[in-house]
């Protein structure tokens, strides 16, 4: 079976074509991006409208494929008007191609194009995006989340601390290469329990940079040491709980070479496998819905809409 995925839940427009052996034949994406600033999501959805109909014509016509069986859309969770406009693009395909279409999950999207993409098999997740931070395990089907923020995802406090020292959107990039040119300094560290709390961090760090106590470079520094510690903790802990030997890390932020590093590390010292899904399918992209919709293909439909607050541990792992 082939596949034309549709994403659109926050800055990313993408589309792509997979095939149900899990080939990708095509992955064209179009991020909103700003200079400075963070995501406005009627700004996102804008650009998305803008350009949803070159993206999936793109998609469509570098696959090569003359026959698409299905279209599979991002149902949320996400940003509203970002998701309608992916709802929109995907029902009018569908129409055209005359194929079902089928709304998926972003997050479990992350989380099975991470086994496409990996050896892992039944890893402990890591999914640390812009909106989201979880730490999670299947369980009798269905998704564990052991411990996660609560507060702000861990893309996004870094967002939010860039934002405050006048890097654009995303930052997160931006804070890995002035990183490499800082020394520690004391941050809060806030673990509770299995849980993280960010907002704190994030404000103290950019107060001390108004207060022009710190670089940026020494700030950018403590802030990744500080938040991605943090996050080791609390994995640690999940594999000693759960006695799985396999750690999987997914998402936007796992393209940060610091925190695979500190990630592996840990792993290695306790003899567990480290994964991460590799730099290219990290972010928001297409083809995970695609390969989700494959899945899901025989199964049980949810009413073609957009669920903005669906959250994975709702969802019956059927496939
Ligand atoms: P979700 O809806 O799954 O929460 P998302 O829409 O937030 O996803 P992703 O593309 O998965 O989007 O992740 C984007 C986040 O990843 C942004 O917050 C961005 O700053 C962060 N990010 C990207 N590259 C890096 C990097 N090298 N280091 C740190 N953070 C990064
Ligand atoms: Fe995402």
């Given at each position: 079976m082939i596949c034309l995925g549709i994403e659109g839940s926050a800055h990313t427009i993408a589309a792509a074509v997979v095939s149900s052996?899990?080939?990708?034949l095509s992955d064209v994406r179009d991020m909103y991006k700003t200079v400075e600033g963070g995501i406005i999501p009627i700004e996102a959805a804008k650009h998305h409208r803008n350009v949803k109909d070159v993206v999936i014509k793109k998609a469509l016509e570098e696959s090569k494929?003359?026959?698409?069986?299905l279209v599979a859309y991002s149902?949320?969770?996400?940003?509203s008007p970002c998701l309608h406009v992916a709802l929109e693009a995907a029902k009018g395909i569908s129409e055209h191609l005359k194929v079902p279409l089928i709304g998926v999950n972003h997050a479990v999207a992350h989380l099975t194009s991470g086994l496409l993409f990996t050896n892992a098999k039944d890893p402990v997740y890591i999914y640390v995006s812009g909106a989201n931070t979880q730490i999670i395990v299947l369980e009798n089907k269905r998704y564990r989340i052991l411990g996660e923020t609560l507060d702000t995802g861990l893309g996004n406090a870094l967002d939010k601390f860039g934002r405050g020292i006048g890097?654009?959107?995303?930052a997160g990039p931006k804070i890995e290469e002035l990183s490499k040119l800082g020394k520690y300094y004391k941050l809060p560290y806030t673990v509770k329990g299995m849980d993280l709390v960010f907002s704190g961090i994030v404000t103290k760090a950019i107060n001390d940079f108004k207060n022009k106590k710190v670089s940026k470079e020494d700030l950018c520094f403590s802030m990744q040491e500080t938040l991605f510690s943090m996050l080791t903790e609390v994995s640690e802990r999940a594999l000693a709980h759960t006695k799985k030997d396999e750690l999987l890390l997914i998402g936007g932020?796992?393209?940060?070479k610091r925190l695979v590093e500190m990630l592996s590390i840990m792993c290695k010292e306790r003899n567990a496998r480290f994964f991460s899904v590799p730099l290219q399918y990290?972010?928001?992209?297409?083809v995970m819905i695609a390969w989700q919709g494959l899945l899901e293909y025989n199964k049980v439909r949810k009413h073609i809409d957009i669920y903005p607050y669906e959250r994975l541990d709702q969802i019956d792992v059927e496939w």
């Open positions: 052996k899990g080939t990708v494929e003359k026959k698409i069986d149902r949320g969770p996400g940003l890097l654009g959107f995303p932020v796992a393209a940060n990290a972010g928001d992209q297409a």
